[in-house]
């Protein structure tokens, strides 16, 4: 069974940093693309960041360039968003997605405010 759980999310003062997490099983993870996406409340789900495989290509919503950084460890099963400089409209339920199965974590909420 393919799951992704992140991790990671709090509340932080604007200019700070966070660190989210998401664990991976139940699947080839070095196989996989993984992303991380991002839901406002009324708004629409969106890509944040991708990495493929082998680290060959990485993205980003052009809203987080330079101040986000998306990583993983193929031997540890994991994918990292390291987010620095955060501001309130980065506030959103942050999820992990990996391309295989299609599937989802459960998300975790990021809060920036002072």
């Known amino acids: 069974q393919v799951q992704l759980a992140e991790s990671g999310g709090g509340l932080v003062q604007p200019g700070g940093s966070l660190r989210l997490s998401c664990a991976a099983s139940?699947?080839?993870?070095?196989?996989?693309?993984m992303s991380w996406y991002r839901q406002a409340p009324g708004k629409e789900r969106e890509l944040v960041a991708s990495?493929?495989?082998?680290?060959?290509?990485?993205t980003y919503v052009d809203s987080v360039k330079d101040r986000f950084t998306i990583s993983r460890d193929n031997g540890k099963n994991m994918v990292y968003l390291q987010m620095n400089s955060l501001k309130p409209e980065d506030t959103a339920v942050y999820y992990c997605?990996?391309?295989?199965?299609?599937?989802w974590g459960q998300g975790t909420q990021v809060t920036v405010s002072s």
């Open positions: 997605y990996a391309n295989v199965g299609s599937t």
């Open positions: 990495i493929t495989s082998g680290c060959m290509r990485i």
């Open positions: 139940g699947f080839i993870f070095s196989r996989s693309v």
